[in-house]
């Protein structure tokens, strides 16, 4: 059984960080692409950040470029996701999702399993 265990969210004032974490166990996670997506209320969950299983290739929205990163450790079975100088606009559900294959993609169905989401809040 595949569970993916996002923790690491939380409240924030704007300018501020955080990191998540994202805890895969059921799947050969060397083998899985990563990514973080997020949904804010009234809105469609959109793409934050992609891995390779190599963490060598990244993919990055335009919205968090500079200012997010993400990485993993495959002997940990985790994926990151270290956001910088926060913004309002930020505040969403985050999820960590995983899909089979070596590259990151950016479509919500290009994924096949996902967490249960971290709430992030970002106040002005």
């Known amino acids: 059984q595949v569970q993916l265990v996002e923790s690491g969210g939380g409240w924030v004032q704007a300018g501020g960080s955080l990191r998540l974490s994202c805890a895969a166990s059921?799947?050969?996670?060397?083998?899985?692409?990563m990514g973080w997506f997020r949904q804010a209320p009234g809105k469609e969950r959109e793409f934050v950040a992609a891995t390779a299983w190599s963490g060598r290739s990244t993919l990055y929205a335009d919205s968090v470029k500079g200012r997010f990163t993400i990485s993993r450790d495959n002997a940990k079975n985790t994926v990151y996701l270290q956001m910088l100088r926060l913004k309002p606009e930020d505040t969403a559900v985050y999820y960590c999702a995983a899909r089979s294959g070596a590259l990151p993609q950016k479509k919500v169905d290009d994924y096949q399993y996902w967490g249960q989401g971290t709430q992030v809040t970002v106040s002005s």
């Open positions: 059921g799947l050969p996670f060397s083998g899985y692409a």
